[in-house]
């Protein structure tokens, strides 16, 4: 994307998330007293002065750190410093200047990107802090007081940020971009596969579930369209869920399916469907998103032979038999193989969950369905269906005014639910039904 892109970095534990989520006015980012909370690079939007621009929150910078999880998180923080148009260094008032803030600030230089320093946690409003005089030791000049909890200095720190960003020219906006959350349990490939479809080490890949904390969005685009990639953290059973900041990552990940328009299930190929596979699931067909099942890890499954990916689908249309919908795709994140034909399936089943169908075509599909089948009877009284009519979209939603609703048995329900799929194409979405009996008022 062409909008300006401003990198919030420091060390451990001075605020950067805090000030983030300040800054782009939504809790993105999450925030708990412990260093090392966000690892990846969190995007958010922000506008100030009519002027719209991104945000890029970063891990904590531990220079000359042997630790491989604070190794991931610098390179991180280094792709983001890479990519910003400027910097806000954030720094605590409350600690002073310590060694791991004249490294940050000496990488910083090195940069050569406008650099802005925020003393954060100046929370008191008044005279001038002394103690922020003593950041001026690390020989970046615009220094701004700031306090992320109360807002205090951030206009001025955003005025800086507007002064260092290029002309601004006309540009559309982005109407078509399709949102796609990728979900799953911990440890599937989730992080592996937006990285492949991306081309770049975007977020960290490691065997140590709950390495990805936070929602992650990414921007991509290539000859199928736009998309808005969110990579989530793996959501394990609630009862295996004791930290904090997991109990906070599993609301990201139940987030980012509710703001998505399509949703990846990622399925180890090795491991099958699992019970917490089967709930994750459920949570986007509950949500009524375009779901494709995909599996990942294809290339260690041993022993194939001429009809495993058959049987295997076979499997996971049984295990997962409320989404007999969803399309399958087998693929590995780690050698790339079929993750180019997700694309043309995310653009399908994005088609048939935002596809509307008219009333004329629905009601002669109405009329052909009850005639092969006739509507149940209940103590000698027989269902009547006046007509149906679509209400909404995402997912296709289904109104159909009868007699008595009473009379409307489910199984008969399902059987026009399978007749309108069968007709109007509409494999990959959910679909929802509303039966309405006469007197009933129309919303």
Request: proline share 3%.
């Amino acid at each position: 994307m062409s909008k300006p892109l401003v990198a919030i970095v420091g060390r451990p534990n001075v605020g950067k998330s805090m000030l983030f989520n300040k800054l782009t006015g939504r809790r993105t980012s999450i925030v708990e007293d412990t260093p090392g909370v966000t690892r990846d690079r969190i995007y958010g939007d922000c506008e100030w002065c009519g002027r719209k621009f991104s945000l890029v929150d970063t891990g904590g910078i531990e220079p000359g750190t042997e630790n491989d999880m604070l190794k991931f998180m610098r390179r991180q923080a280094e792709i983001g410093i890479l990519l910003a148009d400027c910097i806000i260094m954030v720094v605590d008032v409350r600690s002073g200047v310590t060694a791991a803030d004249m490294d940050v600030a000496t990488m910083l230089r090195k940069s050569g990107k406008p650099v802005a320093l925020a003393v954060n946690k100046c929370d008191s409003v008044g005279l001038t802090n002394p103690d922020v005089y003593e950041f001026y030791s690390l020989g970046i000049g615009d220094l701004f007081e700031t306090s992320a909890v109360h807002g205090h200095g951030t206009g001025d720190l955003l005025d800086w940020c507007l002064a260092q960003f290029p002309e601004e020219t006309e540009e559309e906006e982005e109407t078509d971009v399709v949102s796609v959350a990728i979900v799953g349990k911990p440890n599937v490939g989730k992080s592996s596969l937006l990285n492949r479809i991306l081309g770049e080490e975007r977020v960290i890949v490691s065997n140590v579930a709950g390495t990805t904390r936070d929602a992650i969005d990414s921007y991509f685009e290539n000859e199928t369209g736009k998309y808005c990639f969110i990579d989530t953290a793996g959501m394990r059973r609630k009862s295996k869920v004791d930290d904090a900041i997991e109990k906070f990552s599993n609301l990201r990940s139940i987030g980012a399916i509710e703001r998505s328009d399509v949703c990846l299930i990622l399925i180890d190929a090795n491991e099958g469907v699992t019970e917490q596979d089967t709930k994750i699931a459920g949570l986007v067909h509950e949500a009524g998103k375009a779901a494709v099942i995909v599996v990942n890890k294809w290339d260690a499954v041993e022993d194939k032979q001429t009809n495993t990916m058959r049987d295997k689908e076979t499997e996971i249309r049984r295990d997962l038999s409320y989404m007999t919908y969803a399309p399958v795709v087998f693929l590995s994140a780690l050698t790339g193989q079929r993750v180019d034909k997700l694309f043309e399936v995310i653009r399908e089943v994005y088609k048939q969950n935002t596809s509307r169908v008219t009333t004329g075509a629905l009601n002669s599909v109405l009329a052909e369905a009850t005639a092969r089948v006739q509507p149940p009877t209940d103590k000698g009284r027989r269902l009547k269906i006046y007509y149906m009519t679509q209400a909404g979209t995402k997912p296709p939603h289904f109104v159909i005014f009868c007699n008595d609703a009473r009379l409307f048995h489910f199984s008969y329900q399902r059987y026009l639910e399978n007749q309108i799929r069968e007709v109007f194409g509409l494999q990959g979405t959910p679909i929802r039904i509303t039966i309405r009996q006469k007197g009933d008022k129309e919303e």
